[in-house]
């Protein structure tokens, strides 16, 4: 599975925007992009995927570049309760090995009012 | 619309003891899943199910069991619980959906001490 690189750790001013970078140069044509966020204390929860084409849901957007080497998580309003630990991951479909599922630290995006 | 429940939530246990986690998911999910996860680690995943009697390793399954006799359940034992074991443990379910199917949904955790 190709690897993904996010920064560690992002600010982001309560109502603006937040742009959530991932990089995962390596990736293979048959990869998803996925997204997933944790909340303090709480499971994970999955906020989006995509393949190719932007891809927009109730929670966020994910903009992949056209060379799909990178995707960007936006959040368009971001509230306190977005503060979060965010995961890029990237997997083929389901069926496949499982064996190496890797969520890595994520970004930890912190929303200041 | 219960989802998915974790229980016990909390767990404190000896040294050398079997301990049990309990999963339950309400969507008939086809995928199962046990994570665990310590702080510098990220979730790692334990074992996995894709439906009832089968399951199979994943990243770190030692001192692990697992059995899935029923598609909603998906218990967790820990055979003889060592220090190491200390961690918050997560289960998620997930069904396949077409071309893709990494969707999964996770239970709220079970914080696990061994003494």
């Known amino acids: 599975d190709a690897k993904t690189t996010q920064p560690p750790s992002m600010d982001c001013a309560e109502g603006r925007a937040a742009n959530l970078p991932c990089n995962h140069s390596?990736?293979?044509?048959?990869?998803?992009v996925y997204w997933y966020r944790q909340i303090h204390s709480q499971g994970p929860q999955y906020i989006i995927h995509?393949?190719?084409n932007n891809e927009t849901n109730e929670m966020a957007s994910l903009i992949i570049t056209e060379d799909r080497k990178s995707s960007t998580l936006i959040l368009p309003h971001a509230t306190l309760r977005d503060t979060a630990v965010y995961y890029c991951i990237v997997r083929v479909a389901l069926g496949t090995s499982y064996d190496k599922v890797i969520f890595g630290p994520g970004t930890s995006l912190s929303v200041i009012p | 619309d219960a989802g998915i429940t974790q229980s016990p939530r909390y767990k404190i246990t000896e040294t050398g003891r079997q301990v049990t986690l309990m999963c339950h998911q309400t969507?008939?999910?086809?995928?199962m899943f046990w994570y665990r996860q310590d702080l510098g680690h990220g979730l790692r995943l334990i074992y996995y199910s894709a439906a009832a009697d089968i399951t199979d390793k994943g990243e770190v399954p030692d001192g692990y069991v697992v059995s899935r006799s029923k598609t909603e359940n998906f218990p967790l034992t820990l055979e003889s619980a060592t220090r190491s074991q200390t961690s918050v443990y997560f289960c998620?379910?997930?069904?396949?959906?077409?071309?893709?199917?990494?969707?999964?949904?996770f239970g709220p955790g079970t914080r696990l001490t061994v003494t």
């Open positions: 995509g393949l190719k």
């Open positions: 998620a379910s997930s069904e396949p959906r077409g071309h893709s199917s990494y969707e999964q949904y």
């Open positions: 969507w008939s999910h086809s995928y």
């Open positions: 390596t990736i293979s044509g048959n990869e998803y």
